[in-house]
Structure formats: structure tokens, C-alpha cells
């Protein structure tokens, strides 16, 4: 009978991390690599670029752990995939605009967040963002896990679909509700959309 | 980007971490969920699909016939640049329109071998054109009853039919456009398609795509040109100049890279910039053929597509030698082989170079290992003779390596950076920062013994700030200009460190020790940055124990003396003992608080105790700044006294300067003169001290200044320098301030200052206040009823009982399942925690090793002790979400904060510091005291 390769854990990646093997890297890769390839490639829309994002994150990963030592590994991967795709996307698209995921779902949010930034907007931003994960904590889970889904990861409504089961209508549905209310809120707090 | 876009995206960046940890971890799961369902999904089709196959065709006949199947369609557009009508139509589509370029050493052509290394990716367009040129869009509209096409809009603009190209029909409008002479990429976007419906003018059914992009191509390429090429034993020197005049590669999230190719492969490469740029490949094999090029890696709009565009290259040969290779150092010991000799070339001497330049080792033997050699850089010099037609000469073959052995350590390095993080501070052309030693010699017997960098640039020295006119300094003619005089003099060294753009400062990284025989000196470390007050730390360590601070204190500067002596029992006479000074440096920058950590080593690392005596020591730390920036300069002072059975060490930082006024904006005055040092931090604007409820009421920004006594205070954050306390006065009001920089104890009398912030509904002194400690609470607490009134400190009593709970310990002892409701916990056998019902309230998760209670459940948690037993002090360490926080009879409970009790048991409520409902509580450990 065939023995499976089994995964490495987590904890036994980030172990690798810490002896300083360069295994560590192969590991991450094998478990994970697919996955923040989709977080890139949703903002890049380029494979060119979301390897090259992809290679920095394992880079990143590498000369922060140690001393870091996640809690939750992959949300810890997750996050250098993003900003580093996102630091990339802005130095790359400063002049061209490139259809992404990232693109779109910031479109969706013109009708409720910010329509002009400026630089007094500053603090208006800083305000804007403490009242957004004020109004994520008083959402139900599957709210949150759509909203999040679709304007931090820049997932498509068809995989968010996908992930919960649902179809893409009510997916639309539901974000066009999450919008209303987050202007709402905006606005009642005293936030001019 | 544009500007929203920008704003939009830092807004979602924002996104609290725990909402995003929460979210990727379901994410990962549901991903996963999804991709094996999809994945069965498919197989199902599959089935399904090949039942309905028969089926299908049948049913479209049907429907076609039933539904409007006259109505034209518009199908899409196509691109060419002839016309469709002529006789030999080309489209553009893929048309290679700029050749690459490049040297051929040997095997394949560079332009091939760099496509291997950098791939290639296919372009995002189907059509390109040069600028200028006229292309032909043919318009596709699926019309089978052949209506009347009256006319399109093609980017806002309406052409009519007449309009259309001759040849066009109501299947295929053809439109001539010219491209215009702007290059880059252009898109042609269609919309209201007429015809004409018996009376009616009626839309064409849309259904193509109705966009197409046209990329155009410039002329005015990047270029490059190669110059200064070197090769010696086996390094390639050149210098790359390219230049971008349209901005083409950057345009394009292009990059550019000189590469190093053998004709098979490319076997090094580095990005490089615009401009002038030095680039440097090592370790090429001798006698081989190589190419050096400039390649730029973009889509030019030439429809190759996103790749590597050869800019410009030169082949050249390695040189023949004898010389080291495959150095390896283990320890003091270097092993290394030596490149074959040949018929023409005969070994005659190896030696070793230092990092000055100084044969330290000769050998007229071929050998191939070297022991005790010294640390730093060193050279491995071979010398051979050979013959050149017929001529006897004379060559060698350096080779360049480190040895770490002997290095000094690292002792120090600035942890923050100039402005934005890049060093944008002009020298020289290139970017250059310095560090600097003071000396304070009365000795001409000095000697520089070590350095752990073995690059040292420039040697200068200084009398005071003056340099010296003086030749060019060598390590051996330091000694010369040294005064003899006996009287103090101060010399500075200064090491050159050079820097590319955009690396970090990393002073003191390398740091290099200076020996004198006699007396002994400082390193000092000059500062990039502006600042208009200081405050200090001052960590004692007495070696070997360097890990463990004997003493921190925390005073300003301004005038520092350890309030206690620091005291080590047990020194022996002949025992080996050393000492080191950490000082902590907070800058109040324009930019807000920055934090560095000075390591002043002082004196010899480790002294000997040879007779029982007094011993003073003095440092001076030269914290001086370049350009526009300000100067102080500190005295620190170490005493060393032998009282009875112990060493006393005495620290004393004194300023000789004076600091400018705090509010300043930390470029006026030179620190030079107005005061003795003791009164220029203490002003400022604005620095009037104001009560608590006054600083409550105050609005977000304002500065202010609030007296207090210290009731709480976090754990010192020895990382960022920072710890979170409230003040309470005399009537009992708080103020909470976040992150100040200043390490308080419990009790201190303090004089905060610092800015006012909101904190969900809650008032709070914003990060990177400070505070000034008007009365030190030490030791002497005054009890009453079991606890300090002074600090609210529990009375330590022989028969006080004390049980500790650590939640990881415990769910790990007790089989607690992560995400799984225990409710209670017996701490021991007296002591019982509970925390109330509810769906979640009291699950254990093994992520963060926290016991949880929720806002949202009217969660409590009830201590308790058995019949008999008095609970005195709890206190319990959590952290939290939404602004969750534990409360005893209204009042917060911060974490970590001692609630006194006096009482069998004890109920905390769950609520939240900022408006919120579903504060969440994450409890890692409780203290528990009872009699």
C-alpha cells in the first residue's frame, strides 16, 4: 500500500523556520503556495507579478521568523502575500490601470466610502477605518466573512459563492446590503459619502 | 492609482487583524471545501454531459426557430493595418516590430539566453501599430435578413455609413482610424449600433466584446551603453549607463537588470536604475568567454510581449592565473586549493593581506591552508611568473575572504531610520554615513589592535571639531600625531561606511574597537536625526551577567544619577569581571517619539580585580547629529567603589550642552550655549500642568500636562520602550495613557505630558507621552487594611496564600479541547473560578492558549473561595477585542491591574472601554491571594 506524503504542520514549518532550514521554505510552499497565488493573482491579475509576490512573501517569512513565532501561520502568511501584492500593484499600476479583482471591488465601494481623498482627509480615513471595524464586530459572522472576503482579499463574488454554497445573486445581494448599511452607519456617524 | 482608489485601499488595510484572522482561517477551510466540491462537481457534469449530448442539439433547432432569430447581433471588432478589402491583408496581431539584440559568446545568443533565465510572458494585447499609422476596425454584426447598418459609436464619436470604408456590407463595417502620434496603449470602445427596422431605427443586439486595446509603439526606446569594463582574477568590473527619455519601462512595471552570461546561461544578475550604475560579478571562472550586458525586462509594445529586451552587451575573456579558490575558514584556520599551474605559469609565493593591507603571513611553499589568522577581511595573494612571447614576467591572483574569528562582536546598531527609512542624506555622490570614537588619551602609546570591519575607507581625525592637518592617516602613523603632552586631548576617528539608496542605517552594525594601552576612551555614535528633547534609560549590566539588568532606571537625562547605588556581592580579588552601559535614548521628533539603544561598552571589556580599591571611570557618549540637525553631547561617569563586601557601580550621565526647548521644532539653537544643562528641558510651549478632569475635557491633539500618582502600570516593553499606566489624583479621577515612554512603577508620583486622544468612547493620553517622575514610590509602602494606600499593593503576610493559573498550563493539564466550553477551573482546592453561561462564553482555543468570555453573553466571571477563606487580591491578565474589558462594581479592570477583594468571592462583569457590545475577553493568567 502507498504511505501518503503527509503535510507538515504548521508548527513543524514554522520549527524549520527556526533552525534556519531552508526545507522550511519547500514546506510552506507545498501547503500553501497555491493559495496566496489566488490572494496575488486577485489583486495583480498578472502571473508574472503574483510570482514575484509570491517569492518575496517566502522571503519576508524567512527574515521575520524568527523572532516572530505566528499564532496562526497561514493568516500570518496571508497578510504578507497581500500587502506585499498590494505595494506591488501600486508601484506597478501607478501610471496604466489594470483590470483586477482589487480594481473592482474598490469600484464597489465608491458609493459608500470616501469619494475624494485629500490630504487633510487623513484623519478622516483613520476615522472612516475605526468605524469600519466597528461596524464588521457588529455584523454576523457571514457577513463579515463575505465583506472581508470580497474587499480585503479581492476574492471574486463566483468564489466567495463557491466557498459558501450560495449563489452568486445572493452574494451580490448581500454586499449591496453590507454597502447600504456601512453608508449608513458612515453617515449617521457624520461621515459625508 | 488613482487618489480615491488609494484612499479606499488604506481603509480596507485597516481591517482589524482579529476580523482578518477570523476570516482566513474559515477562508483556507471554505477554499478547500470548495475545491472539492468543485472538483466533484465536475465529474458529475461530466456524466450529465454526456446524457444531454444527444439532446441538446436537437433542442437549440427548436428554439432558435421559435425565438427572434432576425435580429442582428453585434459579434465584435478585429484590428488590422491594411485594409480587409486588399489584396494581402496583414493583421498586426503578434507582429514582432523591434528585434532583440545582443553579443554571442558562444552556445546561444545572449538575447536567447536571457528569454531562458527571465521567461517570457505573452502581452496583454492582440494588436500594435506604430505611431501615426492608420488601422482599419472591422465592425462584425451577425445580420441575417441583412437590415441597414445606419451607424456606430466608436469612442463617443458617431460614424455614419457613408463614413465606412468601401467594400463594407451589413455583415462587415469597416472604419479607417488614425492612431495619432501619442504612444502607449489605446483602446476603441464601441456602443449604439443602428439599423434600420422597416420605419423603425432600432439597437443591434450587443454581444461581443466591445472594447479592443492597441498598444503603440515608440520609437524612442531605452538604450544603454557599457564602458570601464575590467577583468581580474575573475571579477568583472563595468559601468551600465541606461537611460529611459519616454519613461517606457516604468511605465510598464518594467525592470532592469545587468546580467552576466556564459553563453549557456546567465550566470549572474542584479537589478540596477537609471543612470550610471558600477556593477561587479565575482567568482567567473578563468579563461572563459563571457557577455556583460544591460537588459531592460518589459512589454515595449512591439507584440513580443512582456520581455527581456537586450540593451546593450560586451563579450569578453577572463584572464589566466594561479590563485586561491574554494576558500574555506573554519575558526583561525583557512583551507583553501590553488588554481592549476600550467606550462606557462609557475607558482612562486602565497601571502596573506589584513584588512589595512599588511602582509601578516608569507610562504614560498604551494600550500593550502594557513592557521591563526586574524579577523576581517582578508586577501589571499598568489605571485607566479609566466611566460609572455618568449618573455619571463611576473603576475598574481588575488582572492578577497572574511574570518568572523577574533571579530569583535556586534555591539550596537540604530534601530530606526533616517526620514523614510532611505538614507537621503547627499555625500560625495554616493550615500555615506559615519561613525565616530572619541578618545581620551594621555598616552602616545596607543594602537589601534582591531578592527571588525575590515573596509575601512578613510582614517580622519579631529582636535575637537577641527580636522587636523594632517597626511593621510595610517593605522601606524595615528600614533605619531597624538599629543604626548600629558594633558587631555580629544581625537575623533572617523570610519567611512558607504551605503547604496534605500538601504537601512545600520550604525554601529559594524562597529569597530579601538585599543589604547594606557587609558581608555568611549565609542560614541553620531546620530542622523534632529531632536528637540532627551530623555533617558539607563540599564546597568555587570558582566558576564550581561543578559540581566541589575538596575534600570529611568530619569531624564538632563542631570541622571542612579537613585541607589547598584551593588554586586561576591566579587573576588583576582576575579575577572566586566561591565557594559545601555542607554536609551528617546528623540521627540517632528515625526513623534523614536527610540535608539546605545551599547557603550566602556573601558577594557573585562577587569581583573587585583587589589581592593576605588576605581573611577569615565565615558563620554558623543550623541552629535550632521547637517541641520542639533548636537548634545553627555558625560557619563561610572564609579566603582569597594564599600565592606561589596562593588558599588554609580552611574552619572551628565549633559555639557544644552538641550533646545521642548515644543521646538528641533532645528533651532546649536546646543551649544544658554544654560547649564538642567533647566532646557523642562520649557517649552504650552507647558502648563492642568488637572485630570480638565485634560478629559479637553479636545483630541491638545497638549497637555496632568499630575498623578501611578495606579497602574503594564509590563515594561523593553522592545518599543513603552508601557500603558493610569494616574489617578487626589479625588480619585483617572487618566489612562497608551504607550508611554517613560518605565513608571506602581505608586510613583508622575507628571505626564503628552496628547489627548479618543479611544472609543474613552479619553486617553495618546502613544509616546512621557512623564516625569516628581516622587518615586520605592519600597516604602504604608499599609493599611492589607494594602499600600500609596500604591494600592497588596501586603505581603506570612500566611497569605498565593495560587497561580496559567491557562495554557491548565487546559493542557485538564484535557481542555480548543473551541470547547470549561467553565470552571479549580485553581486549587480552596479557590474556584467560574465563568457564567452562554454559547461561547468559556471555550478554551488552543491558537492563543485564552479562556474566553463575551460582552455579547452578559458574560461574568465569579471568584471564589471555600467556607472559611477570605479572597484578599485578584489579578488577571487577558487581552481582548472590541474593546473588551473586565469591570468589578462598574470600574475597569485592566489587565494585569490588582483588584483588592477582602471578600470569599468576587464578580467581574464583561463590558467594553469603547462603546462597543460585543467586547471579548481573552484570559492567559490569574493571581489569586487569600488567607
Known amino acids: 500500500m502507498n504511505s501518503a506524503k503527509r503535510n507538515p504542520s504548521d508548527g513543524e514549518i514554522i520549527e524549520l523556520y527556526f533552525a534556519r532550514n531552508e526545507e522550511a521554505i519547500d514546506a510552506t510552499d507545498g501547503k500553501y503556495g497555491r493559495y496566496l497565488s489566488v490572494i496575488g493573482y486577485n489583486i495583480l491579475h498578472e502571473k508574472w507579478s503574483t510570482d514575484e509576490a509570491l517569492n518575496d512573501t517566502y522571503y519576508a517569512t524567512w527574515n521575520r521568523i524568527p523572532p516572530e513565532r505566528p499564532n496562526i501561520f497561514q493568516a500570518f502568511l496571508s497578510k504578507i502575500m497581500r500587502n506585499i501584492s498590494i505595494s506591488k500593484f501600486r508601484k506597478e499600476h501607478a501610471k496604466s490601470r489594470v483590470s483586477s479583482e482589487l480594481v473592482t471591488s474598490l469600484e464597489e465601494l465608491s458609493d459608500c466610502i470616501v469619494s475624494e481623498a485629500s490630504t487633510e482627509e487623513d484623519l478622516k480615513i483613520k476615522e472612516i477605518a475605526e468605524i469600519l471595524n466597528k461596524f464588521l464586530s457588529d455584523i454576523d459572522k457571514r457577513k463579515r466573512f463575505i465583506f472581508v472576503c470580497r474587499y480585503y482579499y479581492a476574492d471574486s463574488v463566483k468564489s466567495i459563492a463557491g466557498m459558501l454554497g450560495m449563489n452568486q445573486r445572493t452574494v451580490y445581494r448581500v454586499l449591496e446590503e453590507l454597502r447600504r448599511e456601512l453608508r449608513e452607519r458612515l453617515e449617521k456617524e457624520g461621515i459625508t459619502v | 492609482m488613482r487618489r480615491d482608489e488609494e484612499a479606499r485601499l488604506d481603509i480596507i488595510s485597516s481591517i482589524s487583524e482579529e476580523h482578518i484572522d477570523e476570516v482566513t482561517g474559515e477562508r483556507i477551510t471554505a477554499s478547500a471545501k470548495f475545491r472539492r466540491a468543485r472538483s466533484l462537481f465536475f465529474k458529475r457534469l461530466g456524466a450529465i454531459a454526456a446524457c444531454f449530448a444527444v439532446l441538446i442539439p436537437t433542442a437549440l433547432i427548436i428554439i432558435l426557430n421559435l425565438i427572434g432569430r432576425g435580429v442582428p447581433t453585434y459579434t465584435g471588432m478585429t484590428v488590422s493595418n491594411t485594409s480587409p478589402f486588399a489584396e494581402e491583408s496583414a493583421y498586426v496581431s503578434g507582429e514582432a516590430l523591434m528585434a532583440g539584440s545582443g553579443a554571442k559568446a558562444k552556445g546561444k545568443p545572449i538575447g536567447e539566453g536571457v528569454k531562458d533565465h527571465f521567461g517570457v510572458s505573452k502581452g496583454q494585447l492582440l494588436y500594435y501599430v506604430k505611431p501615426g499609422e492608420d488601422i482599419y476596425i472591422t465592425v462584425k454584426i451577425d445580420n441575417p435578413k441583412n437590415y441597414e447598418i445606419l451607424s456606430f459609436t466608436l469612442n463617443g464619436k458617431k460614424y455614419s455609413s457613408y463614413m465606412f470604408e468601401d467594400g463594407s456590407d451589413m455583415e462587415n463595417l469597416v472604419l479607417k482610424v488614425n492612431v495619432g502620434e501619442v504612444s502607449g496603449l489605446i483602446s476603441y470602445t464601441i456602443d449604439a449600433i443602428k439599423y434600420v427596422d422597416g420605419e423603425k431605427i432600432k439597437d443591434v443586439r450587443m454581444e461581443g466584446d466591445r472594447t479592443v486595446k492597441i498598444g503603440v509603439y515608440n520609437e524612442d526606446q531605452p538604450t544603454a551603453s557599457l564602458s570601464a569594463l575590467s577583468v581580474k582574477d575573475g571579477v568583472a568590473k563595468c559601468t551600465l549607463s541606461v537611460s529611459d527619455p519616454e519613461g517606457l519601462i516604468s511605465s510598464v512595471g518594467g525592470k532592469i537588470y545587468a546580467v552576466v552570461y556564459d553563453g549557456e546561461r546567465v550566470s549572474g544578475s542584479r537589478e540596477i536604475s537609471l543612470g550610471d550604475k558600477e556593477v561587479t560579478f565575482e567568482g567567473l571562472e578563468d579563461g572563459a568567454e563571457y557577455t556583460i550586458a544591460a537588459i531592460a525586462v518589459f512589454d515595449a509594445y512591439d507584440g513580443q510581449g512582456k520581455v527581456p529586451h537586450v540593451l546593450c552587451s560586451e563579450a569578453f575573456m577572463t584572464t589566466q592565473s594561479i590563485r586561491a579558490t574554494n576558500v574555506r575558514v573554519s575558526g583561525k584556520r583557512v583551507n583553501f586549493d590553488l588554481s592549476a599551474s600550467n606550462d606557462s605559469m609557475t607558482f612562486t609565493a602565497i601571502e596573506l593581506l589584513d584588512a589595512f593591507g599588511k602582509v601578516v603571513f608569507v610562504s614560498n611553499d604551494p600550500i593550502t591552508a594557513i592557521d591563526n589568522i586574524p579577523g576581517g577581511r582578508l586577501t589571499l595573494r598568489v605571485s607566479y611568473n609566466y611566460t609572455d612571447n618568449g618573455s619571463s614576467r611576473t603576475g598574481t591572483g588575488e582572492t578577497v575572504f572574511w574570518c568572523a574569528e577574533g571579530m569583535l562582536p556586534i555591539i550596537g546598531e540604530i534601530s530606526f531610520h533616517y526620514s523614510d527609512s532611505v538614507i537621503t542624506h547627499p555625500i560625495s555622490g554616493n550615500y555615506t554615513t559615519h561613525q565616530a570614537t572619541e578618545l581620551t588619551a594621555t598616552t602616545e602609546d596607543l594602537g589601534v589592535y582591531s578592527i571588525s570591519d575590515g573596509v ?116 573576588t580579588v583576582s576575579g575577572k569581571y566586566g561591565e557594559s552601559v545601555t542607554v536609551r535614548i528617546t528623540f521627540n521628533t517632528v515625526g513623534g517619539e523614536e527610540s535608539v539603544i546605545l551599547h557603550t561598552y566602556g573601558l577594557p571589556s573585562y577587569l581583573t580585580l587585583t587589589k581592593i580599591d576605588t576605581n573611577v571611570y569615565d565615558l563620554t557618549c558623543d550623541f552629535s547629529t550632521i547637517g541641520e540637525t542639533v548636537s548634545r553631547n553627555i558625560t557619563a561617569t561610572i564609579y566603582f567603589d569597594y564599600f565592606d563586601t561589596s562593588w558599588e557601580l554609580r552611574l552619572t550621565l551628565t549633559p555639557t550642552d544644552v538641550p533646545p526647548l521642548e515644543g521646538g521644532d528641533g532645528t533651532e539653537g546649536d546646543g551649544t550655549d544658554g544654560g547649564d544643562g538642567t533647566e532646557g528641558g523642562e520649557g517649552g510651549e504650552g507647558a502648563t500642568e492642568i488637572s485630570i478632569p480638565e485634560a478629559l475635557a479637553a479636545v483630541d491633539g491638545t497638549a497637555v500636562v496632568v499630575r498623578g500618582r501611578v495606579s497602574y502600570v503594564s509590563e515594561w516593553n523593553s522592545t518599543y520602550g513603552n508601557c500603558n499606566a493610569t494616574i489617578k489624583d487626589a479625588e480619585g479621577n483617572t487618566l489612562y495613557a497608551y504607550k508611554l515612554a517613560t518605565c513608571v512603577a506602581l505608586g510613583d508620583e508622575v507628571v ?171 484570559i492567559t493568567d490569574m493571581e489569586i491571594v487569600y488567607k
Open chain 2, 456 to 571: 575601512v575607507t578613510r582614517m580622519q581625525h579631529y582636535y575637537r571639531d577641527e580636522p587636523l592637518n594632517a597626511p593621510a592617516i595610517t593605522i601606524d602613523g595615528f600614533i605619531e600625531v597624538l599629543d604626548s603632552d600629558g594633558v587631555y586631548h580629544y581625537y575623533r576617528f572617523v570610519k567611512d561606511m558607504p551605503f547604496d539608496v534605500g538601504d537601512e542605517v545600520k550604525l554601529g552594525e559594524k562597529l569597530g574597537v579601538l585599543y589604547a594601552t594606557g587609558d581608555v576612551l568611549t565609542s560614541g555614535y553620531n546620530l542622523h536625526y534632529a531632536c528637540s528633547t532627551l530623555h533617558g534609560e539607563a540599564k546597568v549590566y555587570f558582566c558576564p551577567s550581561f543578559d540581566t539588568p541589575m538596575k534600570s532606571e529611568n530619569e531624564r537625562l538632563e542631570d541622571m544619577l542612579l537613585a541607589n547605588p547598584i551593588f554586586k556581592d561576591g566579587l
Open chain 2, 752 to 922: 505626564i505630558t503628552g496628547l489627548m486622544t479618543t479611544y472609543g468612547t474613552s479619553r486617553q493620553i495618546g502613544e509616546g507621552s512621557t512623564a516625569q517622575i516628581t516622587a518615586a514610590h520605592g519600597d516604602d509602602h504604608n499599609y493599611q487594611n492589607g494594602f499600600c494606600t500609596v500604591c494600592g499593593g497588596l501586603e505581603p503576610g506570612e500566611d497569605h496564600i498565593t495560587v497561580l493559573v496559567n491557562i495554557a498550563e491548565y487546559a493542557t493539564a485538564n484535557g481542555w479541547i480548543s473551541n470547547r466550553k470549561s467553565s470552571v477551573i479549580n485553581a486549587d482546592e480552596i479557590i474556584t473560578v467560574t465563568a457564567s453561561d452562554g454559547t461561547n462564553t468559556g471555550k478554551y482555543y488552543s491558537g492563543d492558549s485564552t479562556w474566553r468570555l463575551y460582552q455579547s453573553e452578559s458574560a461574568t466571571l465569579t471568584i471564589s473561595a471555600a467556607e472559611g477563606k477570605t479572597i484578599l487580591a485578584v489579578k488577571i491578565r487577558y487581552t481582548y477585542s472590541s474593546g473588551g474589558a473586565l469591570f468589578a462594581s462598574g470600574a475597569s479592570i485592566l489587565d494585569g491591574e490588582l483588584l483588592a477583594v477582602n471578600s470569599s468571592s468576587v464578580t467581574l462583569d464583561v463590558g467594553s472601554t469603547n462603546g462597543s457590545t460585543s467586547g471579548i475577553i481573552k
